[in-house]
T-cell receptor, first 112, second 115 residues
Framework: ELKVEQNPLFLSMQEGKNYTIYCNYS?????LYWYRQDPGKSLESLFVLLSNGAVKQEGRLMASLDTKARLSTLHITAAVHDLSATYFC????????????FGTGTRLTIIP | DSGVTQTPKHLITATGQRVTLRCSPRSGDLSVYWYQQSLDQGLQFLIQYYNGEERAKGNILERFSAQQFPDLHSELNLSSLELGDSALYFCASSSRLAGLGYGYTFGSGTRLTVV
């Protein structure tokens, strides 16, 4: 059974600082997704990572995938308040059913 | 607008009642997934349908049931409701796009409050 772990679960950081959220998964996969959720809202797709070494960047967020280590990171550069949200990673199994397995989520709070 | 439509957006009902949540997937998507998200909790996978057939089942209670219709819309039925069923219920749809993997598109959710 595919397991996905995110850490930290909660992250409080000051504006202007850098930090990284980690997503580890238990079985082979080369397709990983990051989503953002604002409180009480739906999940919005941020990044799609489809191969080992894939790196995607959007504004102050950068996501990468290391399939050999079964690890993805979401790096936040010079955080701003607008990035406060919960971030989920989701992993697609390598074969068959396309059901994604989601991590527990990381609640990020940016403090002015 | 993500293209995935969920109705209603809000629902308040009493314990013991039955409700139906509706989801219309994005045009062309054959898969529909239902998730439950309780307050400050993660996403709990309930059930998946693909082109009208049940494809995967998660932690769905026996009091809950779902189906996908020929026009691909899906309904999630929740019965004998309990206070603990209060949550956000999300529907998502997916399709295979060349080079993009599957991925999900989420609807805006239905907030169910059981009183």
């Amino acid at each position: 059974e595919l397991k996905v772990e995110q850490n930290p679960l909660f992250l409080s950081m000051q504006e202007g600082k850098n930090y990284t959220i980690y997503c580890n998964y238990s079985t082979t996969s080369d397709r990983l997704y990051w989503y953002r959720q604002d409180p009480g809202k739906s999940l919005e797709s941020l990044f799609v990572l489809l191969s080992n070494g894939a790196v995607k960047q959007e504004g102050r967020l950068m996501a990468s995938l290391d399939t050999k280590a079964r690890l993805s990171t979401l790096h936040i550069t010079a955080a701003v308040h607008d990035l406060s949200a919960t971030y989920f990673c989701a992993v697609e199994p390598p074969f068959g059913n396309e059901k994604l397995t989601f991590g527990t989520g990381t609640r990020l709070t940016i403090i002015p | 607008d993500s293209g995935v439509t969920q109705t209603p957006k809000h629902l308040i009902t009493a314990t013991g009642q039955r409700v139906t949540l509706r989801c219309s997937p994005r045009s062309g998507d054959l898969s529909v997934y239902w998730y439950q998200q309780s307050l400050d909790q993660g996403l709990q996978f309930l059930i998946q349908y693909y082109n009208g057939e049940e494809r995967a089942k998660g932690n769905i209670l026996e009091r809950f049931s779902a189906q996908q219709f020929p026009d691909l819309h899906s309904e999630l039925n929740l019965s004998s409701l309990e206070l603990g069923d209060s949550a956000l219920y999300f529907c998502a749809s997916s399709s295979r796009l060349a080079g993009l993997g599957y991925g999900y598109t989420f609807g805006s959710g239905t907030r169910l409050t059981v009183v």
